[in-house]
């Protein structure tokens, strides 16, 4: 048919979400002014019946007098129909007192949800987002209007969705079912209570506990509450006697004792401790999941009002970035909104919100440049300033300077917060520590890589496996720690190491295939210990598919990648993982990478370069000066090789070329021999 002929759609907009609104030719016509936006989605959500100028009027314009508003509504209609020109047709329809658009013309996603029944629900997982998330604040009137459509619409997708659980009857039907409701309708507690009985009787227990305690999150953040009686006991009857998930295992892997004659070398060479802010004991349990944390939006300074969304948008960026960090507990920006236009009490933030960490920050603009400056404050610490970042950005593309900034932020923080938590918790009574607890301890321990501290971290990671058979973390966790005692050589059994280290692994992503932590790790673990590196790559893929964010993610896959022999792919991964988080407090491990990158590309300068590096952040990390010492070996440089080596033996008494072959990845046989080369040549046996 002719083009806006009736029936034809040529405009297709979205007002869940961000609003978009595209021509089907994909051309963008969506407004650039928020009052203009607003106008065009209160015409759409009049629908069918057409929209009372009047009424627009006053929607936009509350403050102002009848006059000014009506002139101030002709100024934004005549915009409106500019933006709307290259759909070439007359697609608003405008009188004397209505608006509205043209019958046929223009699909609406909300027309779409409001039409879904049970036997036709696809369209409510358009229902994605908060309706006009990005056109709040505009005028109080409008305010109220929006409030009442986003409720409107959520009740008539609830209602729909709610009956669609109830007709569901086996687990696998139920799941689903249970989800699209929680998608509409987080709070929901009829849906988290059909969650974790579908998951009970599909004998996965771990995820029944799993949705009890995003349940409580939830409560918590949108209602102030805990869940009811009813939830609770649910839970006591999920959880019941523990069952033995594993194989009966020591408590702990012995490490091999170390040799009498490089006793002393060991001690030469001890790692950095990793410390957090300084904080007050707390005595109170965190529930398994973590810390909260807020997100409060953005102070604006010499922002047009056409920018002014860029304080609560890049607020929501970050806070959506966030909450695929499982173990954090993440207060949405809109149920701080208040508090940032009142006053920004932290204390108070604390009280109603139960916060341990709130990100706050300003946005400046000069010309055509932003400078965003953002910080972490420690609530439980007096409100310390535990982190902080400037950002200076080009303002060309706005979005995309949201999508960086938000990633860099939230890749940046996780490990401050994990070391801060895991500092807090180390002093508390041992008495009364949880899986949680034990979990956050050994993290700091593990990776000093001393042989005391290493031990204790095993010791405490099998407590906490034994404490909650369901706990992921813990198992990702203790996973990790294996690869560290079979990297550093030195357990006294390596086969069982290895298939301990595997079964942790495996047994983390079956508790929770959406950890992407616990998936990243277990694709180390298949890649360091089993050697089985396209399982570990898809692993890894699954892992930054889940959260992009995770710098962990991106440098573990990076060496996968360079096992591989795909060098230009471990760059572009590592340069991801240190663009995100160029400070990590793990650098001492991750920046190995890129010491064997630089050696099997035969630029054995860099490679020392980076080896020196490494080293220095990390002297008793034994991986790295292994490919520092093969480039050593090829410059040439046998002084520097020799102290080298020594430091090495001091870690693995027992290094040789023939050991190190038999436990590396390195899948190429090029390669492993281009190492070994290099090796001798340094003068390692």
Known sequence: MPSGSPGQIVVRLRLIGQMEAWTVTSENVLPAGRKTRALLAAIALSAPRPALRSRLAELLWSRRPEEQARASLRQEIHRLLEVLAPANTDILIVTRDHLSLKPGAVWVDVEEIMRATTSQPASLSLLDGELLEDLAGIDPTFDMWLTAERERLRDRARGVAESLLKDATKPDGVIPAALRL???????????????????????????????????????????????????????????????????????????????????????????????????????????????????????????????????GLADEITTALSRFRWMFVVSSSSLTQFAQNNRDETALRQAFGLDFLLDGTIQRSRNKLR??????????????????????????????????????????????????????????????????????????????????????????????????????????????????????????????????????????VLDPFDARALTIAGHVRAFLHHSLREAAALHDRALALNPNLAMAWALSAMTCAYQGDLAEAERRGARYKALSPLDPHAFFFDGVFVMIHLLKHDYEAAAVAGRAVTQIGPAYSGAYKPYLAALGYLGHKQEAASVLRRLLAIEPDFTIERFLSKTPLEGAADRAHYAEGLRRAGAG
Not at 243 to 266: D, F, H, I, Q, T
Request: net charge negative; charged share 25%.
């Open 182 to 312: 929680l998608q509409i309708d987080r709070a929901h507690e009829g849906a988290w209570r059909a969650l974790m009985r579908a998951h009970a009787e599909q004998g996965e227990r771990g995820m029944a506990i799993q949705a009890y305690d995003r349940c409580r999150a939830v409560l918590a953040d949108l209602l102030d509450a805990a869940p009811s009686a009813e939830t609770q006991k649910l839970l006591t009857e999920i959880r019941g006697p523990p069952s033995n998930l594993l194989p009966a295992r020591p408590p702990s892997v012995p490490l091999k004792p170390v040799r009498p004659e490089v006793e002393g070398l060991a001690g030469e060479w001890s790692a950095t401790e990793i410390s957090g802010a300084n904080t007050r004991p707390r005595t109170e349990h965190l529930p398994r999941g973590g810390a909260h944390v807020g997100v409060l939006p953005m102070q604006c300074v010499g922002l047009s009002e056409e920018d002014s969304y860029l304080g609560p």
């Open 372 to 509: 965003i400056t953002q910080r972490l404050l420690d609530l439980r610490a007096g409100n310390q300033v535990v982190w902080a970042r400037r950002f200076d950005r080009l303002a060309s593309d706005l979005l995309s300077v949201q999508d960086e900034i938000a990633a860099e932020v939230v890749a940046q923080i996780d490990p401050e917060i994990l070391l801060i938590e895991a500092k807090r918790s180390a002093e508390r009574p041992d008495v009364d520590a949880t899986a949680y607890d034990l979990v956050l301890r050994s993290i700091p321990l593990m990776t000093r890589l001393d042989r005391v501290s290493f031990s204790q971290a095993g010791e405490y990671l099998a407590q906490a496996v034994a404490l909650e058979p369901d706990y992921a973390a813990a198992y990702a966790w203790y996973a990790y720690w294996h690869a560290f005692l079979v990297g550093q050589d030195w357990a006294e059994n390596p086969n069982e190491v290895l298939t301990r280290g595997g079964e942790l692994a495996a047994r983390a992503i």
